[in-house]
């Protein structure tokens, strides 16, 4: 069977029952419930036990699963020291791929192979994990890390800015984290699947992922969105920019995705959060360029904004500078990735798939004095 020279468009590489993407009737949805619902009415915690355990806790599981997490956000001296000795211009992407192998040696898997263990582990301390990272080497500062905040979102928040969030920050995050946390085979949670069925260990597969999302045609495109959108100071001139991208065949970042072909379904939902965000902000500039952007795209490209490009805007307006927008990502999907590894390992076969070989035909070896 011959492919097409690009990426796997359209071959089904295994059975999930995680998530669907792009379904008729059915954009996106975790566990058969529609992300739509599950943004309005979960909270992020709720969302990660779903796709860990495959239904939504109720209320005293809820409560005993955050107070677990919790109590697991501190983070083992030697990482501290070990964060410490990273240089303050590392990449966080890269502090938190680092940082999650370091741990590995710290707290390996060892024989008994508890995942859902080490998912709630790195869960609940990869934040920490990054800010200690920042604030040692941006503030010189050596971050106390505590277990105030309840949720996720709130303990970012606090850690990254010192004080008690906004509530409306809080809930922006919270939700940007529901939107971010499953996508099927997307290619960090294929990477980690690859690294899974080889019986490697959760931490392989974690910093694995960590690897693909960094790129900018995946994860990373939040990042750089932001800072396209930053060239510019008016809508004007954002669409005279674009159009001239688009005129240099330039990919926009923030537009397109290869499974969706009409629209995201998550972009709305963070664009509603982007405004909201503005609104508060008294400053609706970033987001009429944005919606310029988006509206250009459309017209001239027929090209739709995902999830990316409203988070930039919202996280901007949370304060979360840039470079942090991609470990958010992470923080997030660490949930994905690990109830796939858990799937993957339930069931697993080693993929192995073939190439079409397109190199030279077999020729007589050459003896070194002949070449
Ligand atoms: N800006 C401009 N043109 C784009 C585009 C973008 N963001 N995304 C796709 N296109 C165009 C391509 O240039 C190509 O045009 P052509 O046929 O005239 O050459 C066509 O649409 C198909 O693009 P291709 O990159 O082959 O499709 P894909 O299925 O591989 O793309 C993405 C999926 C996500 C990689 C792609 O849309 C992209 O690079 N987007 C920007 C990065 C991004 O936002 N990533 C986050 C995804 S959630």
Known sequence: ?????????????????????????????????????????????????????????????????????????????????????????????????????????????????????????????????????????????????????ETGAGHFLQLLHGVKPPELHRKMLDTALVLYAEHEFNASTFTARVISSTLSDFYSAVTGAIGALRGPLHGGANEEAMALMSQFATPDEAEAGILQRLADKEKIMGFGHRVYKIRDPRSPIIKRWARQLSEAAGDGRLYAIAERIEAVMWREKR?????????AVAFHWAGIPTSLFTPLFVFSRITGWAAHIIEQRADNRLIRPLAEYTGPPPRPYPPLAER
């Open 1 to 149: 069977m011959a492919f097409k020279a690009t990426g796997l468009d359209d071959v089904v590489a295994g059975q999930t029952a995680i998530a669907t993407v792009g379904k008729a009737g059915a954009g996106l949805t975790y566990r058969g419930y529609a992300i739509e619902d599950l943004a309005e009415q979960s909270t992020f915690e709720e969302v990660a036990y779903l796709l860990l355990y495959g239904v939504l806790p109720n209320a005293y599981q809820l409560r005993s699963y955050q107070e677990a997490l919790r109590r697991l956000r501190d983070l083992p001296p030697p990482l501290k020291t070990m964060l410490e000795q990273l240089p303050g211009d590392t990449h966080p992407m890269d502090v938190l791929r680092t940082g999650c192998s370091a741990l590995a040696t710290l707290e390996p898997e060892g024989p008994k192979r508890d995942a859902v263990a080490i998912a709630r582990r790195l869960f609940a301390c990869l934040s920490a994990m990054l800010l200690y990272w920042y604030h040692f080497h941006q503030g010189n500062t050596r971050l106390t890390i505590d277990a105030d905040e």
């Open 303 to 311: 090209l739709f904004p995902n999830l990316d490009f409203y988070s």
